[in-house]
């Protein structure tokens, strides 16, 4: 979708972005401008504690984020919250997703069973950055024992600043899309 946060002085509802992404949405919130992002968030009851403390740093950052669960201690099955959440992105109900398990892997694989989702797990600041710029990941995952509070936010503040880079990446993209039509 091309979707970034952006603080560009120009930036305005359907105007492309300094920085390349498509602006939804401009909020003033004191000196600066913000882009808008809708964030669907989930987790299972091991990713859940980082989940509630991402979803908080995505809001204090002016973004909207909608909370598919789970939001208590029970043992829970990471595919419910992967798949709530790739519907949601699919649906256009939200830009992007975040998913949070115990390691972040099962929660993206089911994820990715719905068609259109690439999520990405994530561990630190490059590999959010490259699973945006050369994947256009629409869901980014975290292991949430795994990573630290801190680290993950950083990687998703850098998830949040990058574009797709476009240009070789979209054939290779292409290819990933035909798979699901071909396997
Ligand atoms: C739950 O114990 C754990 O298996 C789950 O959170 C996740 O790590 C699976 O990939």
Redesign the pocket.
């Known amino acids: 979708m091309g979707l970034v946060r952006g603080r560009d002085a120009g930036a305005a509802p359907g105007v492309t972005c300094e920085s390349g992404g498509q602006c939804l949405k401009v909020e003033t919130t004191g000196r600066v401008d913000c882009t808008v992002v809708r964030y669907a968030i989930g987790s ?4 859940r504690y980082l989940k509630d403390l991402l979803g908080e740093h995505l809001v204090a950052l002016g973004h909207e984020v909608v909370d598919l669960g789970t939001n208590s201690d029970e043992p829970v099955d ?1 595919p419910d919250f992967g798949a709530a959440v790739g519907r949601a992105v699919m649906a256009g109900d939200a830009d992007f997703g975040l998913c949070v ?3 972040g ?3 993206a694989i089911a994820a990715n069973k719905i068609r259109g989702v690439r999520a990405a797990v994530v561990h630190d600041v490059s590999s959010a950055r490259l699973a945006r710029e050369h994947n256009d990941a629409n869901i980014i995952c975290f ?1 949430g ?1 795994l990573i630290s509070s801190v680290v993950a936010t950083d990687a998703l503040d850098a998830f949040l600043a990058t574009s797709f880079g476009g240009g070789r990446h979209i054939p290779r993209l292409a290819k990933i899309a035909q798979l699901e039509e071909s396997w």
């Open positions: 299972d009851h091991a990713g990471y398990c115990g390691t892997i099962g929660i292991g024992r």
